[in-house]
């Protein structure tokens, strides 16, 4: 396992759309865990480590002491509530600021194992703002993609300070 050095926005990887993954992933996920954790956050996606493709991983517990890391291949939202809910959000690519970011209060996800299972799960509270944080990432969107101009004028202000 390695450490793998996260990208910083605004890398233009960051603003990339990444293509679906094809092979076998089994070593960039375990990197990848082992590198949110080192960092320390609680989700990672492909593309902040420079790798363009469709995975990200998880674990909203494990900083609880109840690890649970979870891998997600070529995930995508199949159902989101009407109802939002406004939570700061942290990135380890804009380290040092959290942005308000408004998003549905609950997701349906449906991904592929590393064993390439279809899985489908709810996710609600923190977990659900985490797995739509990193899809953002596939879609080359970050936080401040997702607030008003001058929410975002602030945001940029304090992470260029
Ligand atoms: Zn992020």
């Known amino acids: 396992m390695s ?3 996260i990208l910083r926005w605004p890398d233009e990887r960051l603003q990339s759309t990444c293509a679906p993954v094809t092979g076998d992933v089994r070593q960039l ?3 990848m865990l082992e590198t949110m954790y080192a960092a320390p956050g609680r989700g990672l996606a ?3 480590v420079g790798v363009m493709q469709r ?3 998880m674990d909203e517990t494990w900083k609880e002491g109840t690890p649970a890391p979870m891998v997600f291949v070529n ?3 199949v159902a989101q509530s009407d109802d939002t809910v406004t939570q700061p ?3 380890l690519s804009i380290p040092g ?3 308000d970011v408004t998003r549905p209060s609950a997701v349906t996800l449906r991904w592929k194992s590393l064993s390439g299972v279809i899985q489908e799960e709810r996710f609600n509270g923190f977990a659900a703002a985490c797995v739509q944080h990193e899809l953002d990432h596939l879609n ?3 936080t401040f993609d997702r607030i008003e101009a001058e929410a975002r004028a602030q945001a940029l202000a304090e992470y260029t300070a």
């Open 97 to 99: 600021v959290l942005v």
């Open 75 to 77: 995930p995508e939202i």
């Open 29 to 31: 996920a375990e990197d």
């Open 46 to 48: 492909a593309p902040q």
């Open 140 to 142: 080359g969107l970050v």
């Open 55 to 57: 995975l990200f991983v």
């Open 89 to 91: 959000e942290g990135c």
């Open 3 to 5: 450490i793998l050095p």
